[in-house]
């Protein structure tokens, strides 16, 4: 099976400059992943989708980051205005069910902000 | 607050040899145990799922042992490879939430 595509591989923006991330999951999974993961640390959760639906948004910081996936099946990635701290690589897994199944992540996208 | 931690943060070891990888957490209630296989550059990949019943599973050379009563898990490796190394991440989920919460991960390196 296609694992999960993400693009692109690596994006250089300056502060206060905006950037998308686009993600299609591997097809028939219904949750969908958005992950930070800043370097030495473990992927952090962002948003979780259950089919186009929104199932956990708390550690998205709102104000500047936004998601959607339309038709439930790709999913956008947006920040507007980026910071210098939000330099990481931003990481899309899916996975075929809510609970249990393991998770299968696109190999993410290389962000730097200057 | 849930918690997963990982040691050692970072090990090297020599080709052939074997090691063992630790994780302990708080997580709770708790639903599966997972661990993962972060080459540099790519996306995690999922090495092994135990649920709470399970005490052990293997995945190839790599076999993961789940001791629910005191919260610990670890991760051996048999025979290392060059390939092996990569960052190894421990993740728990909880029951019913569908949320997990991810260790900070073991960078190991094996060297020839």
């Known amino acids: 099976e296609a694992g999960v595509a993400q693009s692109p591989r690596y994006k250089i923006i300056e502060k206060r400059q905006s950037v998308a991330f686009w993600c299609n999951p591997i097809?028939?999974?219904?949750?969908l992943y958005w992950y930070q993961q800043i370097l030495g640390q473990g992927p952090k959760l962002l948003i979780q989708?259950?089919?186009?639906?929104?199932?956990?948004d708390s550690q998205l910081p709102k104000d500047r980051f936004s998601a959607e996936r339309l038709k439930g099946v790709d999913s956008t990635l947006k920040i507007q205005p980026a910071k210098l701290e939000d330099s990481a690589v931003y990481l899309c897994?899916?996975?075929?069910?809510?609970?249990?199944?393991?998770?299968?992540f696109g190999n993410g996208t290389r962000l730097t902000v200057t | 607050k849930n918690q997963v931690e990982q040691s050692p943060q970072s090990l090297i070891i020599l080709e052939g040899k074997n090691c063992t990888l630790q994780?302990?957490?708080?997580?709770?209630?708790?639903?599966?145990l997972r661990w993962y296989k972060q080459d540099t550059g790519r996306g995690p990949v999922s090495l092994t799922i135990?649920?709470?019943?399970?005490n052990t599973k293997s995945n190839g050379r790599y076999t993961a042992t789940l001791d629910a009563d005191t919260k610990q898990s670890s991760l051996h490796i048999t025979a290392s490879q060059l390939s092996d190394s990569a960052s190894y991440i421990c993740?728990?989920?909880?029951?019913?939430?569908?949320?997990?919460?991810f260790g900070d991960g073991t960078t190991l390196t094996v060297k020839p």
């Open positions: 897994a899916s996975s075929l069910e809510f609970y249990n199944s393991p998770l299968h």
């Open positions: 097809s028939g999974h219904a949750t």
């Open positions: 989708f259950q089919n186009n639906g929104v199932v956990d």
């Open positions: 994780c302990n957490y708080t997580v709770s209630p708790f639903s599966n």
């Open positions: 135990m649920t709470f019943s399970e």
């Open positions: 993740v728990v989920s909880l029951t019913n939430a569908g949320k997990s919460t």
